[in-house]
């Protein structure tokens, strides 16, 4: 097989692959200007692979184009993936910045960079925190489908870990729904005195999210620098995201 026929043939299945509704061979002809005999040869390889399928004259992704995107998917190490994003915004900011996902009603910190200059945190790799009052946690809540995040907060034993905690399931939601609105998590020293946080969710492919990132340091350096540091947490979880193959927030969601 040639060089130009693979090329021609990856560009008829990017086709399809992009228009929501499928093409018709018409249609194909017209958008890569293919004579309608060689479009059917492409479409003939194609669907016997399981990589495009016709329904109702229209040409449409096959399930064989799924298998490869999860084995890719499968492949992905959001660690591994996340890191060099962690230590640009832990320089940016010069502050401490997590990596974390749910595990029932908990975070689980799966990466942590700091500088010369952050703040030491009692915070390390493996361990976990209460999703409810740290804003990687209600980062990651915020933007869970109603009827899973309804399942996470029935498993949540509310707990006072600072006069700031939210300790009540509709001040909870509240904060969610405000969360969800803004784009972006805060942590006003709810889990520890004198700590604050910004957080922000990164999505996964299914449009859910799948991780969170914060910039973590003393209350006095993150007061009145909230929609600053936002800005910076926001750009670095959507980057996070992309290289993830997810979605990522609208700039329309996200509130600065």
């Keep these: 097989m040639s060089e130009r026929v693979l090329r021609r043939g990856l560009e008829v299945l990017e086709k399809i692959a992009r228009a929501r509704q499928g093409l018709s061979v018409q249609e194909l002809e017209k958008e890569i200007e293919l004579h309608r005999s ?40 959001i660690r591994k993936i996340a890191h060099p994003y962690l230590i ?74 600072t006069d700031r905690t939210i300790t009540d399931k509709e001040r909870l939601l509240r904060e969610l729904a405000e969360t969800k609105r803004r784009g972006y998590a805060l942590d006003k020293e709810e889990h520890e005195e004198g700590i604050q946080c910004v957080a922000a969710p990164i999505f996964g492919f299914t449009g859910e999210p799948i991780a969170s990132i914060s910039v973590t340091d003393i209350a006095r350096k993150i007061v009145g620098k909230e ?22 927030l609208k700039r329309k969601e996200v509130v600065l």
């Design 88 to 161: 640009e915004l832990s320089e940016i900011t010069q502050a401490t910045v997590h990596l974390c996902q749910l595990d029932g009603a908990e975070v689980v910190y799966l990466d942590k960079v700091e500088t010369s200059r952050s703040l030491p945190l009692y915070s390390r790799i493996g361990g976990r925190a209460p999703a409810y009052c740290t804003g990687v946690g209600k980062a990651l809540l915020a933007f869970l489908p109603p009827k899973r995040l309804e399942r996470v907060l029935g498993q949540i034993t509310f707990k006072h870990y």
């Design 227 to 248: 929609k600053e540091l936002a800005a910076e947490v926001v750009r670095i979880a959507k980057g996070i995201s992309h290289a993830m193959g997810g979605e990522t």
């Design 38 to 77: 060689s479009i059917y040869r492409y479409l003939s390889v194609l669907k016997e692979s399981g990589y495009v399928k016709r329904e109702n004259g229209r040409y449409q992704l096959g399930f064989k184009v799924l298998e490869l995107a999860f084995l890719l998917l499968d492949r992905l190490d």
